[in-house]
């Protein structure tokens, strides 16, 4: 789908996914050339619907494939894309490490549980697949690629994951998001080491700052008021931080309880996401002093 002279949306059947959003890859061009932002799933249907668009693209030669940061969903699909159009994957440094690792324990946005084998069994394909990427260029804060005559900016946001990017064409105003900003709901951020809500609030201030007029986001439709967007996200995140703030105050002083007050029918595929980014915002309110921790229960300071 034609998004616009110069981006493209490439749609995919998803044979796998527990989420209510799949995955978005973008094909950015100018001229006969281009680069893709993200690779999606490995599965073959969604790796074949990259290469039938791209084959519809005529003279089209892809010279990047960007990884907003490691995860299967968005990394899976990048190594059968390199061998396929020889385009170099970029990656931040700060991923590398967790990308080649499909054994690491850092949190992914889809969890199953060990007894749904079946599913669990697809989700170490896909990360088996995401460690074969083989990235050759390490993005950098503030680095800047050529795509035609187009300029594609790197932007550090951590927070969702500590090396996740976004991607600002400045003379489309299009910033391509990642996780870092959804087009519907919200994304998961874990406590540290391996995510961090006041890096992710200060990366979306970083972001409301940048000249955009469209934001291309990792799941979800794009957005046109990309300033309202971003502050919609902050508000909803400060909220939830004052909820918990609240419940400490009631007595519910363990995640399992704040846990159980915030998400009360959530599935329980998503519950560990659910916990940890209570433990997010927990680690926040500790850096600021706000509460302090005394085993498995917090306190107000």
Same mark, same amino acid.
């Given at each position: 789908?034609? %998004?616009?002279?110069?981006?493209?949306? $490439?749609?995919?059947?998803?044979?796998?996914?527990?989420?209510?959003?799949?995955?978005?890859?973008?094909?950015?061009?100018?001229?006969?050339?281009? #680069?893709?932002?993200?690779?999606?799933?490995?599965?073959?249907?969604?790796?074949?619907?990259?290469?039938?668009? &791209?084959?519809?693209?005529?003279?089209?030669?892809?010279?990047?494939?960007?990884?907003?940061?490691?995860?299967?969903?968005?990394?899976?699909?990048?190594?059968? +894309? !390199?061998? /396929?159009?020889?385009?170099?994957?970029?990656?931040?440094?700060?991923?590398?490490?967790?990308?080649?690792?499909?054994?690491?324990?850092?949190?992914?946005?889809?969890?199953?549980?060990?007894?749904?084998?079946? +599913?669990?069994?697809? %989700?170490?394909?896909?990360?088996?697949?995401?460690?074969?990427?083989?990235?050759?260029?390490?993005?950098?804060?503030?680095?800047?690629? /050529?795509?035609?005559?187009?300029?594609?900016?790197?932007?550090?946001?951590?927070?969702?994951?500590?090396?996740?990017?976004?991607?600002?064409?400045?003379?489309?105003?299009?910033?391509?998001?990642?996780?870092? #900003?959804?087009? +519907?709901?919200?994304?998961?951020?874990?406590?540290?080491?391996?995510?961090?809500?006041?890096?992710?609030?200060? *990366? &979306?201030? !970083? +972001?409301?700052?940048?000249?955009? /007029?469209?934001?291309?986001?990792?799941?979800?439709?794009?957005?046109?008021?990309?300033?309202a967007k971003l502050q919609e996200l902050i508000d909803h995140r400060l909220a939830r931080e004052e909820q918990i703030v609240g419940l400490i105050r009631k007595g519910k002083r363990?995640?399992?309880?704040?846990?159980?007050? $915030?998400?009360?029918?959530?599935?329980?595929?998503?519950?560990?996401?659910?916990?940890?980014? $209570?433990?997010?915002?927990?680690?926040?309110?500790?850096?600021? *002093?706000?509460?302090?921790?005394?085993?498995?229960?917090?306190?107000?300071?």
């Amino acid at each position: 789908m034609q %998004i616009t002279d110069h981006i493209f949306s $490439i749609p995919a059947e998803q044979a796998f996914y527990t989420g209510p959003q799949s995955p978005n890859v973008f094909l950015v061009r100018d001229g006969d050339e281009a #680069a893709l932002i993200d690779s999606g799933f490995g599965d073959e249907p969604s790796v074949k619907a990259r290469l039938d668009f &791209l084959a519809e693209q005529e003279g089209v030669r892809v010279k990047y494939i960007v990884l907003t940061h490691h995860h299967f969903d968005h990394s899976s699909g990048a190594a059968q +894309l !390199r061998e /396929a159009t020889g385009g170099a994957v970029m990656l931040h440094p700060r991923e590398e490490e967790l990308l080649r690792d499909w054994q690491s324990k850092a949190p992914q946005d889809i969890e199953i549980p060990e007894e749904m084998k079946e +599913l669990a069994a697809k %989700i170490k394909t896909f990360r088996k697949q995401a460690a074969e990427a083989e990235p050759t260029v390490k993005m950098n804060d503030g680095d800047e690629f /050529a795509v035609g005559d187009l300029t594609l900016r790197v932007v550090h946001t951590p927070g969702h994951t500590l090396g996740s990017v976004c991607i600002h064409i400045p003379q489309e105003r299009a910033l391509f998001t990642g996780d870092t #900003a959804l087009g +519907l709901g919200t994304v998961a951020i874990s406590p540290p080491p391996h995510g961090d809500m006041a890096l992710y609030l200060e *990366s &979306l201030d !970083r +972001l409301k700052t940048l000249d955009s /007029a469209l934001m291309l986001p990792g799941h979800g439709q794009e957005v046109h008021d990309v300033p309202a967007k971003l502050q919609e996200l902050i508000d909803h995140r400060l909220a939830r931080e004052e909820q918990i703030v609240g419940l400490i105050r009631k007595g519910k002083r363990a995640p399992k309880a704040m846990l159980n007050a $915030i998400y009360p029918e959530l599935d329980k595929r998503m519950l560990p996401a659910a916990r940890r980014q $209570i433990e997010a915002h927990l680690a926040k309110l500790e850096s600021e *002093s706000r509460v302090a921790q005394s085993g498995d229960e917090w306190t107000l300071v």
